[in-house]
């Protein structure tokens, strides 16, 4: 007879997140699973009253099923009430202990979230003892990792609200190292880094050795998603930048732009710009609630600090002029745009003449225009510059950000504001070519220009070799 259990998937691994109160077991949870609304999170103490469970999935396998306990409350008095139940039953092994308390539990209400937490423990295959590096080395951990350890199920410690601590890091470290637990790991659920959800999963494999292959289907599949998710927040960006790049806008010369004409333009911009917001927010699975919280300067869906701000230049290293501080820098008139060159009327004609007949062809609207005595609006280099800037810092702000986090970002900080080396080539061969506005033509020199802006965004503006 053929084999039939050869093509049945292995049982989830059963994951116990336990620790103290309020040491961010849920805010894990919520951070591995991309969703700010498992559980609740609190700064009161024992806001978890029961245990949860969330799965995670590589594809259409469940390969770990997570557990959600309350929290440790009052564990110097159940180690010795533990002490105390094994002098009277003098139970077998540690484990057996555990099982007799459970039994009893009825005779020990005070420890009933305690309860909860050690009987699954006994039914889970590892145990993420989250500790919040903040907090003094006291006794009471001393107490919680001695308890959990009678489960016998191998312990990982996960230090948490790790950013600005070092020092107490160290101190956590070599405290756990004395229990000789020494797979630990940094994993601030605040500030994420997808790299230390990686090595969560590869202490797991360190423990886990029979689950190692589903354990590496799991990172390989979670580092595939997130790398596809970053590359499509970046394209989003691009599309962006492209649209507003792409605008402009006829007059004629004589008459100049009016400020409705402005405003128009302005509004444009805005209104990109809000779209690609509320679709970058969306990508990332944050919602209005967590941008409540967040010092992302936006309320209601939109941007508190409006980017035609002159505060806004200023922020971001940018020079506000005096046509910015008069409110007219998101407009600049201009001719023709070949090879970064403004040309004027009168040179217009020849010079696309002596571009060749491919020029004449490309650029016949503008030339028209041009001969008639018009101009384009476009949106000018600081607008266009503050845009990229913005949401190059917005992106890096949404893939660190944890799914627990209550603290608000700031958007504008101290880093350096840099533009890439190719930018002002990169935006006029946007401006050159309008019909790229809203659309992904199969052009060479499109996908050249998309890939280009979206290395930057990825690498945070760092140029390519």
Not at 440 to 459: C, F, K, T, V
């Amino acid at each position: 007879m053929p084999d039939q259990t050869r093509n049945v998937s292995p049982p989830p691994i059963r994951v116990a997140v336990v620790g103290h109160t309020n040491t961010g077991k849920t805010s894990l949870i919520r951070t591995l699973l991309r969703d700010d609304r498992f559980g609740d999170v609190d700064d009161a103490a024992g806001t978890t009253r029961y245990v949860e469970k969330a799965p995670v999935f590589a594809s259409d396998s469940e390969v770990l099923t997570l557990f959600d306990t309350p929290g440790l409350e009052d564990s110097s008095a159940l180690l010795q009430t533990l002490e105390q139940l094994d002098d009277r039953m003098h139970t077998g092994s540690p484990a057996e202990l555990l099982q007799a308390f459970i039994t009893q539990a009825d005779h020990f209400p005070e420890f009933m979230q305690e309860t909860k937490v050690l009987r699954q423990a006994i039914s889970s295959d590892v145990l993420l003892y989250i500790i919040d590096v903040r907090e003094p080395l006291l006794g009471k951990y001393s107490d919680e990792v001695e308890i959990l350890s009678k489960a016998g199920k191998p312990i990982i410690p996960v230090f948490n609200f790790i950013a600005g601590h070092s020092d107490a890091l160290a101190r956590w470290r070599e405290q756990m190292a004395r229990f000789n637990l020494y797979a630990a790991l940094e994993f601030d659920t605040v500030a994420f880094d997808f790299e230390a959800e990686k090595r969560l999963y590869q202490k797991l494999q360190s423990q886990l050795e029979r689950h190692y292959d589903a354990l590496q289907s799991l990172i390989d599949y979670r580092q595939e998603v997130w790398a596809n998710l970053a590359h499509a927040a970046a394209l989003r960006i691009f599309q962006l930048l492209c649209d507003v790049a792409c605008y402009r806008h006829e007059a004629e010369a004589k008459n100049g732009f009016s400020q409705t004409d402005i405003g128009s333009m302005q509004d444009f911009v805005r209104n990109a710009e809000q779209a690609a917001l509320r679709d970058l927010l969306s990508m990332f699975a944050f919602t209005q609630l967590d941008i409540e919280l967040q010092k992302i300067p936006v309320l209601d869906g939109q941007w508190e600090l409006d980017i035609f701000s002159p505060h806004m230049l200023r922020t971001f290293g940018l020079n506000a002029g005096a046509t910015a501080l008069k409110g007219a820098a998101a407009g600049a008139g201009i001719d023709l745009m070949v090879g970064g060159i403004s040309l004027g009327a009168a040179a217009m004609l020849g010079a696309a003449i002596g571009a060749g007949w491919a020029t004449l062809r490309r650029y016949q609207q503008e030339i028209v225009a041009a001969m008639r005595g018009h101009k384009w609006l476009c949106v000018d280099d600081n607008t266009l510059a503050l845009l990229y800037l913005r949401q190059r810092e917005l992106l890096h702000a949404l893939t660190q950000r944890g799914h627990a986090s209550r603290n608000k970002l700031q958007l504008s900080s101290d880093n350096v504001h840099a533009l890439p080396g190719q930018w002002t080539r990169t935006v006029n061969v946007l401006r050159q070519n309008p019909e790229w506005r809203q659309s992904s033509p199969a052009d060479p020199e499109y996908q050249i220009i998309q890939d280009r802006l979206i290395g930057w965004l990825l690498n945070d503006g760092v140029e390519e070799a």
